[in-house]
Nanobody, 120 residues
Framework: QLQASGGGLVQAGGSLRLSCAAS????????VGWFRQAPGKEREFVAA????????YYAGSVKGRFTISRDNAKNTVYLQMNSLKPEDTAVYYC???????????????WGKGTLVTVSS
């Protein structure tokens, strides 16, 4: 299971940190990351990392503003979101898979989403 938390309402320019606690089969996956879905739009990749090593991946729209990190001891992945913009408003989903996460098709497990709202 993947349990996401940390969403909320923040003003533009503000910060939020999302957390995703992994358990069971999801923890044995290769990579874990975040996707988001804005109203009326398709779900899109945001960021991902491997459970081992230091490799991280970011969508171009968030690179330099968002940082993904993990705490293997806690089986938890974080998404630090800085300099938030109204266009970052979306439901954010934690996800994991057995290959490099980058597309919806690469996801094996989805967590429930957490809503992030950025006001202008």
């Amino acid at each position: 299971q993947l349990q996401a938390s940390g969403g909320g309402l923040v003003q533009a320019g503000g910060s939020l940190r999302l957390s995703c606690a992994a358990s069971g089969r999801t923890f044995s996956s290769f990579a874990v990351g975040w996707f988001r879905q804005a109203p009326g739009k398709e779900r899109e990749f945001v960021a991902a990392c491997r459970w081992s090593g230091s490799t991280t991946y970011y969508a171009g729209s968030v690179k330099g503003r968002f940082t993904i990190s993990r705490d293997n001891a806690k089986n938890t992945v974080y998404l630090q979101m800085n300099s938030l913009k109204p266009e970052d408003t979306a439901v954010y989903y934690c996800a994991s898979g057995y290959s490099t996460l980058g597309t919806v098709a690469s996801v094996a497990y989805w967590g429930k989403g957490t809503l992030v709202t950025v006001s202008s």
